[in-house]
């Protein structure tokens, strides 16, 4: 099975930050990696598709990157509905793997 | 408007079953691979099962720590997924999300249901 471990596990920040999540793979995914956002007591929601891809209706404030073993997913200037769980998940094979997940605090 | 309706979670005793369903609307149910995704009280999540969609057959693949007790399933004709959940153990505990995969093959999971809680207890 392909583990995902994102890193930090906790994150504090203030609005405005510019702030970097980054997940890794045990063996190459190509570009088959997804990002989410979940609130409490909410389902996921789908953030950005084939590491970089922006899915329809999220703010450009959001981007990814990366190929292979190695992504990030960044938001360029924090807002206070960015505060959340993000997710990393490879879809390159089955069984799907999620990281472990990345906690966006207020600083 | 794409919607995911999920039901069927509640209180069962360890080595019981339980069935869930995901009913779907406002897309084109039959052509695209759906998932469950579950995630226990405080933890990340886990996916559990897929199944892909007309055109391949409806293939099924599972997660090791379920693999022989659940079982997926689509209803086509009813637009509906399923997960039959058999020999339940405390650990299956879990909001069990039922997902759709994104337009793209393979994608991610571009929507979601809201969830349906499994209580695995004595």
């Known amino acids: 099975d392909i583990q995902m471990t994102q890193s930090p596990s906790t994150l504090s920040a203030s609005v405005g930050d510019r702030v970097t999540i980054t997940c890794r793979a045990s063996q190459s995914i190509s570009s088959w990696l997804a990002w989410y956002q979940q609130k409490p007591g909410k389902a996921p929601k789908f953030l950005i598709y084939k590491a970089s891809s922006l899915e329809s209706g999220v703010p450009s404030r959001f981007s990814g990157s990366g190929s292979e073993t190695e992504f990030t997913l960044t938001i360029s200037s924090l807002q206070a509905d960015d505060f959340a769980t993000y997710y990393c998940q490879q879809y390159h094979s089955f069984p799907y793997t999620f990281g472990q997940g990345t906690k966006l605090e207020i600083k | 408007e794409v919607q995911l309706l999920e039901s069927g979670g509640g209180l069962v005793q360890p080595g019981g079953s339980l069935r869930l369903s995901c009913a779907a609307s406002g897309f084109t149910f039959s052509i695209y691979a759906m998932s469950w995704v579950r995630q226990a009280p405080g933890k990340g999540l886990e996916w559990v099962s897929a199944?892909?969609?007309?055109?391949?057959?409806?293939?099924?693949y599972y997660a090791d720590s379920v693999k022989g007790r659940f079982a997926i399933s689509r209803d086509n004709s009813k637009h509906t997924l399923y997960l039959q959940m058999n020999s339940l153990r405390a650990e299956d505990t879990a909001v069990y999300y039922c997902?759709?995969?994104?337009?793209?093959?393979?994608?991610?999971?571009?929507?979601w249901g809201q969830g349906t809680v499994v209580i695995v207890s004595s």
């Open positions: 997902a759709k995969r994104g337009s793209g093959s393979p994608s991610g999971f571009d929507f």
């Open positions: 199944i892909s969609g007309i055109a391949t057959g409806g293939t099924t």
